[in-house]
């Protein structure tokens, strides 16, 4: 397959959403990270994100829409606490799952009678789903498992000929997949972390907001995900990787230890550490820092902890656990 590079001028992003509304596959910037987008509502098309991605057809996408009142063709009803957080959030790096209509093909939510629904602050992602005309399913457009793209470069990295057209944006701002918020239970609860905060949500739902208690433990393989990233690896570099966790002298003394070692044992050795305060640059840098290991093919990357007591260093460390395959060494 011919994949088009196409500059985000407005007639490009004409053209793309002419090949969203046909079927195809486009890869487009948001705030977050890239999305791989097809129109939600067409099973097939759908089905070639999963088959473009090696992705598994139980891991539910994220839908996204232009405008906020568009969620009414996804969901049967609207709650007070959807319209607050509406209100409040969107366009941004929320996703709230709710409730789906029947028009939301099975396909699109991994076999859930829930969607996940968001609208991206991001010009080209809205300019793209409005003349579409379509809501835009649209998982991270990287092959699965790898780490998730923040640049147009490590979309072509992965997608080159899997894919009708990548929309070249710039950097994302955000660097980490949006914050997963289920709506369908008594309590919201968050099943995947990300830059709004629970502390956020609770402020504008004036009510407490639980975190799955699957973001404390290794994933469960033999249950179904109710969001993007809960079940399967993911983010994981070519390299082994460890993340060192305790004080900090102490991790950074055990990071030069390690390096060491494997240096004299004629490994190349990659280290990722954040100042200690640092997590809105950790989650904007770390995708884009596993992806340069990748490039330089690096036998091994040593990363320090971050504070998860803090809400968008717990999104990070999310992501960094994963990435390591859970392979922690405390100090």
């Given at each position: ?26 890869a ?9 987008g ?78 996940a ?68 239970g ?18 504008v ?37 460890l993340?060192?966790e305790?004080r ?32 809105v ?10 992806r ?20 968008v ?14 392979n922690?060494?405390?100090?």
């Amino acid at each position: 397959m011919e994949t088009k590079i196409l500059d985000t001028t407005k007639q490009n992003i004409e053209k793309a959403a002419i090949i969203i509304r046909q079927g195809g596959l486009v890869a487009f910037p948001t705030e977050t990270v890239y999305g791989l987008g097809a129109d939600a509502l067409n099973p097939e098309a759908v089905g070639r994100i999963y088959e473009a991605k090696g992705r598994p057809s139980d891991n539910p996408m994220i839908v996204h829409i232009a405008r906020a009142s568009d969620i009414g063709q996804l969901t049967p009803f609207i709650t007070q606490d959807m319209i607050a957080l509406i209100d409040h959030f969107w366009p941004g790096p929320l996703t709230l799952v709710v409730k789906k209509k029947a028009a939301v093909p099975l396909r699109t939510t991994g076999g859930l009678e829930t969607v996940a629904v968001r609208m991206p602050d991001h010009p080209v992602a809205l300019e793209l789903i409005r003349i579409a005309g379509v809501p835009i399913a649209a998982p991270s457009a990287n092959l699965s498992g790898k780490p998730s793209p923040t640049q147009a470069e490590h979309v072509k990295e992965d997608l080159m000929g899997k894919v009708d057209a990548i929309l070249m944006g710039g950097d994302c701002r955000v660097g980490i997949e949006s914050t997963v918020l289920d709506l369908t239970g008594e309590t919201p609860m968050i099943l995947r972390p990300g830059i709004v905060t629970p502390e956020s949500i609770e402020a504008v739902l004036n009510k407490p907001v639980k975190l799955d208690p699957s973001l404390n433990a290794v994933p469960n393989q033999d249950v179904a995900p109710k969001a993007p990233g809960m079940k399967y690896k993911h983010y994981a570099p070519k390299a082994q990787m460890l993340v060192v966790e305790g004080r900090r002298e102490k991790v950074k003394e055990e990071i030069e230890r390690l390096r060491g070692l494997n240096e004299n044992l004629g490994n190349k050795v990659g280290v990722i550490l954040f100042e200690e305060k640092a997590f809105v640059e950790a989650a904007h840098d770390f995708f884009a820092q596993l992806r340069e290991m990748d490039k330089d093919d690096v036998d091994l990357i040593l990363a320090g902890a971050l504070s998860d007591t803090d809400s968008v260093g717990f999104a990070v460390m999310n992501r960094m656990l994963k990435s390591a395959g859970y392979n922690i060494v405390r100090v």
